[in-house]
């Protein structure tokens, strides 16, 4: 079946890595938040997902943990898992969705008194936030969250004040 960007839109917890070696991971705790567009992913990077023909691209406008290649992957549908597998980079990651976070969906891409970018994203009960050096996921309401305060034309976040360039989806927050 084939995967389309809608159908990524949620919270995901990956449950597998298998690099290029054969080695395996199923311990490393990984949630990617995935919007409309916007993306942030817990290992430290966030922005736009863009799909063309069943070929993904997360094009990192912030990125902590950069890498030489694009990220760009394959995905397909086993059994309920989304299964990506690396065009640039030879990996193998299964995705499963985390169904509690249903609800608001929404992302402002942002930009810092520095004139950084920076991107909070909503998806249910999670959010993610990237920018000023920092990429937190959290729960809304939680510790990470209180700080955030939207208002008409500006974000509070991580100790700053942000201007939204853009929104997507209801930005309720």
Not at 41 to 51: E, K
Not at 149 to 172: F, M, P, S, Y
């Amino acid at each position: 079946m084939t995967v389309r960007a809608s159908d990524c839109v949620g919270v995901w917890r990956r449950t597998l890595l298998v690099e290029a070696d054969g080695s395996r991971d199923t311990g490393t705790d990984v949630t990617w938040l995935q919007g409309v567009t916007a993306f942030v992913d817990s290992r430290g990077f966030a922005g736009t997902l863009h799909d063309e023909d069943g070929i993904f691209e997360w094009r990192r406008t912030i990125d902590l943990t950069p890498t030489a290649e694009p990220d760009v992957g394959e995905m397909r549908w086993e059994e309920g898992t989304l299964v990506e597998t690396g065009v640039h980079a030879d990996y193998v990651e299964h995705w499963v969705r985390d169904d509690a976070a249903s609800g608001p969906c929404w992302a402002m891409f942002l930009t810092g008194p520095d004139g950084g970018p920076g991107l909070l994203l909503r998806m249910g009960t999670r959010f993610g936030f990237a920018g000023a050096g920092a990429v937190v996921v959290g729960e809304v309401g939680g510790r990470e969250w209180e700080g955030i305060d939207a208002a008409a034309h500006t974000v509070r976040a991580n100790g700053a004040l942000w201007t939204i360039d853009k929104r997507e989806g209801v930005t309720q927050p």
